[in-house]
């Protein structure tokens, strides 16, 4: 069995009547790609940023490597080793791509950054492996905003490459990717789970689903409705029924 | 006419650490404070009691005036900085507000609408000094640890902060200590130009440290170019040396200099802002991005 990184349970938010997410329990254990599916307006994105402390709890906890980080600010999460990449990347637009990735290795909000050369070694050599990894090192010198649409998804990973993370939440990576992009996309997460990082993953094009995760957790109305491997959710007629918009009338 | 340069360097020098730091904290971090004279005023007022009750040291004046400037601001920036955007602004315009009021009421520690007068001149080992050197040491200090912070990842830190605050906080970054960090770091630097403001007049009052100021500093700093190193300097130059320019010129009345000189900042903004979006030193793409 392998070590679970991250487990969240019961976790609830309401926003006024709606209520978001319904008591998601999830596990993400190391080394494993974790999809999470449903439809718009599921709660899959609520759910990330229920765990990383950028909305409050309205029940529910949650643990990394089996610290409570309910409560916790977001920077104090991401501090604990959990690495998050936005829907809408959310880049440091007017800086260079290298400054875009150098920032994620520095975390310290003081004038200078603990450690001394030595620790600025290394940050430097994480961000040139994250440049490389990403493909983005001739585009060092270019400014976040000028980058082409798959580039800058790709800054956006490599800001979670060089955040040196064991637990990445990724919200909609791939989308909009073309099929060569989405090939070394795959070859990243591989990469990082080989070496033991927990990944989850908000996708909706559910090939790229089968093609990269090892579970699947298929959530709707804010509950986790089915959790297993790719191959039976995907060929389950009545999860397929709901994603694809073919809602069962619920009984009157 | 030696004079006349003399003070007028002076007050540039001062006017160049005011813009540099009110730039460090707009070009980098992008808080748009518009109470840096309020910081401005404490460093004086502070500076100028040290020279009229303790000694006219103006090291210590100095020392005193940033240690009151960026102590106050940080009691005042942490419940200001939860506030973004266009909101702080606005609670930074209530603060000069009060600031400013303050000035005015307090009388024992600021002599109130008269002022502080017969502030004695900075004295070194009981040897009388002009204010610019010393000015000019300050502003030199200050523009050197601004480029340092600037390159280094302090500098990326406040960056990444005003281009994405919360994908800075994603990555561990606590920006509410950055950021107040950075305001404190500015706002005594602030300080430390009402110290020699003081020590060089020997004569302050609330006029040096309202809104007019505060609006002055801010437009220094777009008009020279926000998040450069040498725009806010070459805009407090442009903006200090804008009057004396005038009074030269014959065919306008003293009376109308005023007059004169608010015309042309207004058509000097409006035209840089439509000819040259970033200032004047500034990279003349970051102003016209789309994003």
Same mark, same amino acid.
């Given at each position: 069995?392998?070590?679970?990184?991250?487990?969240?349970?019961?976790?609830?938010?309401? +926003?006024?009547?709606?209520?978001?997410?319904?008591?998601?329990?999830?596990?993400?254990?190391?080394?494993?790609?974790?999809?999470?599916?449903?439809?718009?307006?599921?709660?899959?994105t609520t759910t990330f940023n229920l765990i990383t402390g950028n909305l409050r709890?309205?029940?529910?906890?949650?643990?990394?490597?089996?610290?409570?980080?309910?409560?916790?600010?977001?920077?104090?999460?991401?501090?604990?080793?959990?690495?998050?990449? =936005?829907? /809408?990347?959310? *880049? +440091?637009?007017?800086?260079?791509?290298?400054?875009?990735?150098?920032?994620?290795?520095?975390?310290?909000? &003081? =004038? &200078?950054?603990?450690?001394?050369?030595?620790?600025?070694?290394?940050?430097?050599?994480?961000?040139?492996?994250? *440049?490389?990894?990403?493909?983005?090192?001739?585009?060092?010198?270019a400014r976040a905003v000028d980058l082409a649409y798959a580039e800058r998804k790709?800054?956006?990973?490599?800001?979670?490459?060089?955040?040196?993370?064991?637990? &990445? *939440?990724? /919200?909609?990576?791939?989308?909009?990717?073309?099929?060569?992009?989405?090939?070394? =996309?795959?070859?990243?997460?591989?990469?990082?789970?080989?070496?033991?990082?927990?990944?989850?993953?908000?996708?909706?094009? *559910?090939?790229?689903?089968?093609?990269?995760?090892?579970?699947?957790?298929?959530?709707?109305?804010?509950?986790?409705?089915?959790?297993?491997?790719?191959?039976?959710?995907?060929?389950?007629?009545?999860?397929?029924?709901i994603y694809f918009g073919d809602r069962p009338q619920e009984a009157a | 006419m030696?004079?006349?340069?003399?003070?007028?360097?002076?007050?540039?020098?001062?006017?160049?650490?005011?813009?540099?730091?009110?730039?460090?904290?707009?070009?980098? !971090?992008?808080?748009?404070?518009?109470?840096? @004279?309020?910081?401005?005023?404490?460093?004086?007022?502070?500076?100028?009691?040290?020279?009229?009750?303790?000694?006219?040291?103006?090291?210590?004046?100095?020392?005193?005036?940033?240690?009151?400037?960026?102590?106050?601001?940080? #009691?005042?920036?942490?419940?200001?900085?939860?506030?973004?955007?266009?909101?702080?602004?606005?609670?930074?315009?209530?603060?000069?507000?009060?600031?400013?009021?303050?000035?005015?009421?307090?009388?024992? %520690?600021?002599?109130?609408?008269?002022?502080?007068?017969?502030?004695?001149?900075?004295?070194?080992?009981?040897?009388?000094?002009?204010?610019?050197?010393?000015?000019?040491?300050?502003?030199?200090?200050?523009?050197?640890?601004?480029?340092?912070?600037?390159?280094?990842?302090?500098?990326?830190?406040?960056?990444? $902060?005003?281009?994405?605050?919360?994908?800075?906080?994603?990555?561990?970054?606590?920006?509410? !200590?950055?950021?107040?960090?950075?305001?404190?770091?500015? #706002?005594?630097? !602030?300080?430390?130009?009402? @110290? %020699?403001?003081?020590?060089?007049?020997?004569?302050?009052?609330?006029?040096?440290?309202?809104?007019?100021?505060?609006?002055?500093?801010?437009?220094?700093?777009? $008009?020279?170019?926000?998040?450069?190193?040498?725009?806010?300097?070459?805009?407090?130059?442009?903006?200090?040396?804008?009057?004396?320019?005038?009074?030269?010129?014959?065919?306008?009345?003293?009376?109308?200099?005023?007059?004169?000189?608010?015309?042309?900042?207004?058509?000097?903004?409006?035209?840089?802002?439509?000819?040259?979006?970033?200032?004047?030193?500034?990279?003349?793409?970051?102003?016209?991005?789309?994003?």
């Amino acid at each position: 069995m392998t070590e679970v990184l991250l487990k969240s349970e019961n976790l609830a938010r309401a +926003f006024g009547g709606v209520q978001a997410v319904a008591g998601v329990s999830l596990s993400l254990p190391a080394g494993q790609v974790t999809a999470l599916v449903g439809p718009n307006g599921a709660g899959k994105t609520t759910t990330f940023n229920l765990i990383t402390g950028n909305l409050r709890a309205d029940s529910g906890t949650a643990h990394v490597r089996g610290k409570p980080v309910m409560g916790l600010k977001p920077w104090q999460v991401a501090r604990l080793g959990v690495a998050r990449s =936005f829907q /809408d990347l959310r *880049l +440091f637009t007017h800086m260079t791509v290298r400054e875009n990735v150098l920032a994620a290795t520095e975390t310290a909000a &003081w =004038f &200078w950054q603990p450690g001394g050369a030595r620790a600025r070694a290394t940050r430097e050599d994480r961000a040139v492996t994250a *440049l490389e990894a990403t493909g983005l090192s001739a585009l060092a010198d270019a400014r976040a905003v000028d980058l082409a649409y798959a580039e800058r998804k790709f800054l956006s990973m490599a800001r979670v490459l060089a955040a040196d993370a064991d637990i &990445w *939440l990724l /919200d909609e990576p791939a989308s909009g990717l073309d099929l060569s992009s989405r090939l070394r =996309f795959g070859e990243l997460l591989r990469a990082a789970t080989a070496r033991g990082v927990a990944i989850c993953l908000i996708e909706h094009n *559910l090939d790229v689903v089968a093609e990269l995760s090892d579970r699947i957790a298929f959530l709707d109305q804010g509950r986790v409705l089915a959790e297993g491997d790719p191959q039976s959710i995907l060929r389950d007629p009545a999860l397929a029924a709901i994603y694809f918009g073919d809602r069962p009338q619920e009984a009157a | 006419m030696t004079a006349f340069l003399l003070n007028l360097a002076t007050l540039a020098a001062i006017s160049g650490i005011l813009a540099s730091t009110l730039n460090f904290i707009v070009g980098y !971090a992008g808080i748009f404070s518009v109470a840096h @004279a309020v910081f401005f005023g404490l460093g004086a007022y502070g500076g100028a009691q040290v020279a009229l009750l303790l000694v006219p040291d103006p090291f210590l004046a100095c020392f005193v005036a940033a240690l009151i400037a960026g102590g106050l601001s940080l #009691c005042l920036a942490l419940p200001a900085l939860r506030v973004r955007g266009e909101y702080f602004v606005a609670a930074s315009l209530g603060l000069q507000m009060v600031a400013a009021t303050l000035f005015a009421e307090l009388k024992p %520690l600021t002599g109130g609408i008269g002022g502080l007068v017969g502030i004695p001149r900075p004295e070194i080992f009981g040897t009388v000094v002009p204010v610019l050197p010393l000015a000019l040491a300050a502003l030199a200090l200050i523009l050197f640890l601004t480029a340092r912070l600037q390159r280094g990842a302090f500098g990326r830190t406040l960056q990444s $902060i005003r281009d994405a605050d919360s994908a800075a906080e994603a990555l561990g970054k606590n920006v509410n !200590a950055a950021k107040t960090l950075a305001v404190a770091f500015a #706002c005594a630097g !602030a300080g430390v130009a009402g @110290a %020699l403001y003081a020590l060089h007049l020997s004569f302050i009052n609330v006029e040096s440290f309202t809104l007019d100021q505060s609006i002055q500093i801010m437009a220094m700093v777009i $008009i020279g170019g926000t998040g450069t190193l040498w725009g806010p300097l070459v805009g407090a130059i442009m903006l200090l040396s804008l009057p004396a320019v005038l009074s030269f010129i014959p065919f306008i009345p003293p009376t109308e200099v005023g007059a004169v000189q608010q015309i042309i900042y207004g058509l000097a903004m409006t035209l840089l802002m439509i000819f040259r979006p970033a200032g004047l030193v500034g990279d003349q793409t970051k102003g016209r991005s789309t994003s």
